[in-house]
């Protein structure tokens, strides 16, 4: 049974990512330039999600989505929700700086943590966690999309994986599905 991230006992039914080989060490760029390391966070639990400052819309419906789920579950499990790390990790290095990630991340929730990297960390960073991206096509202004998987994982304080979080069905959707694998 994979640890839950209080002192409660852990949930009956096994988290659906249980086993799965998504995660890892990596060595990325933080907020203050820092560098930052996946043990970093080795006793929170943590909310992981992929993407990018310039996306036009889905990065930030799902990120917008991940923290309001995060204050849901931060007003009726404070304790909780205080164990939770949120983290954005950029899959476009080229265009997110560290301060663009950081503006980014800033305008959602001050307690995200947005991380870049070279474009060798983050394509690192980017296959342990399984997560598929690309540079779409150059326009003739020379803007691009990123093509990338948009999914939210939750990590225990151990950092292995426990379940997708279901952003497309709202915040509430969101805190529920943490409550019920880190309770």
Not at 10 to 35: M, N, Q, R
Not at 144 to 152: A, G, T
Request: aromatic share 10%.
């Amino acid at each position: 049974m994979v640890a839950a991230c209080s002192n409660d006992p852990a949930p009956t039914e096994e988290p659906p990512l249980a086993g799965a080989s998504i995660g890892g060490e990596f060595e990325l760029v933080g907020p203050d330039g820092e560098t930052v390391r996946w043990a970093d966070f080795d006793g929170q639990c943590r909310v992981v999600y992929f993407g990018y400052a310039f996306c036009p819309d889905i990065c930030p419906t799902d990120v917008q989505r991940m923290t309001q789920g995060l204050k849901v579950l931060g007003e009726n499990e404070p304790q909780m929700a205080a164990s939770i790390t949120p983290i954005f990790i950029t899959i476009d290095p080229d265009r997110d700086t560290r301060e663009i990630v950081d503006e980014f991340t800033n305008a959602f929730s001050d307690d995200l943590i947005g991380l870049t990297g070279t474009p060798e960390q983050v394509r690192a960073a980017a296959d342990a966690f399984k997560v598929y991206y690309e540079r779409g096509e150059t326009t003739g202004d020379g803007s691009y999309l990123m093509n990338h998987s948009n999914i939210v994982y939750l990590f225990d304080k151990d950092g292995q994986p426990l379940a997708t979080l279901p952003v497309d069905e709202g915040p509430e959707a969101v805190a529920a599905e943490i409550q019920k694998w880190v309770s």
